[in-house]
């Protein structure tokens, strides 16, 4: 057996009998007269278990005991005490012992206890390695999933994570996009220095370069001093360009340049700066398309698409809500200061047949806004916001005539999904399951547009 048990005891001949007994067994054990040299052994290498007797002189076994859980909590310590001593036990036990023998000490009973207490403390490391695990699989930097569809980008991650590769990160907007990166981020060796973000949709053209490259001071109207630009913050860390599709061809000239040759020059400057960062975008765009339609350089989107990432939307991952909304629920108790327990059944039902247009970004708005309104323990069905709570998919069956046209049939399916998502088009594609475009010209061919704004 490979358990290193201590027993602590200042009189000599009940710690060797101790030590005698348990080596029997089979066991590894060290005796020890001073309590303070069980600290320093604690701080060096590994225990499994501490048998420490209550009175001893300088640091008794309470305060051992408060000690050796504030350096290593999962420790199991038994306590050994006297007949005149057992309050001091049961103080011993509220503080955080495993459990206490009386003295004189009955062999078999300390067997079987240290037993317990050994696999005891196995099932605890045990836990913390599978959560360990579960935490670097299923929830990098707060991701949650456990669908196929997420594993997989958690294995990409994994993968990924100590290279230097661009990495261009697709999907829906409110799918996470963001989150992704940061765990790229946290798992590299770039961990230790930033992760910069820039959301370049939300910024001008002449804004955006200067936000990038920086620029000098009087390089323009109210460039009053020199300002570093993101790439040269992110030095030796990650720069994230969130919605990269919005950059204007003419930056994204300069952009291919510094993930060419990690070099640039500041807006109205000559000085070549060098750096060392490593590059994140994502999109939510169909950068194919805009390449075929000439507003995306396909020299830079082959340069940022080295390594590509797909984040599903929500409506295909259905089954990870249960564990989103009890994260948020935590989340937002925390940080709103309420006590909601769960949610009802009713409402996760609710939940399971809406499909998120909005993804986890409207997800967690949802339950956040519930939280804070809720006067329950539970959030129920009638706290969910009105689309949510309304929406139904028709189940009922649709009637035909015999000798209607085709083109009659689907005519009424379209009008008929079109007001169950009342007009929103991009989601009746998705239930018709054909592209927006195909849609959008039925519903011109059909005189739909009223239904279908």
Known sequence: MSEHILVVDDEESSREAITRALERSGYQVQGVSDPYHVLRILKEEPVSLIITDLKMPGLNGLELLRQTKEINPDISVIVLTGYGTIESAVEAMKIGAYDYLCKPININEMRVVVSKALERQKLVLENKALQQR??????????????????????????????????????????????????????????????????????????????????????FTGALQRKPGRFEIADRGTLFLDEVSAIPLIIQVKLLRVLQEQEFERVGGNETIKVDVRLIAATNRDLTKMVADGNFREDLYYRLKVITINVPPLRERMEDIPFLVNSFIKEFNDLHNKNVEGITKETLKLMLSYPWPGNIRELKNCIESMVVMSRKSVLEAEELPPEIRNYKIAEEKLEIELGTSMAEIEKRVIKEILEKVEGKRKEAARMLQIPLRTLQRKIKQFGLREVGR
């Open 134 to 219: 579960l935490d670097e699989k299923y929830a990098f930097s707060k991701i949650i999933g456990t669908t196929e569809g997420m594993k997989k980008i958690f294995n990409q991650i994994q993968l990924i994570a100590p290279s230097r590769a661009t990495v261009l990160i697709t999907g829906e907007s409110g799918t996470g996009k963001e989150l992704i990166a940061e765990a790229i981020h946290q798992l590299s060796p770039r961990r230790d220095s930033s992760l910069i973000k820039l959301h370049c949709a939300a910024l001008a053209p002449g804004v955006l370069e200067s936000e990038l490259f920086g620029h000098e001071k009087g390089s």
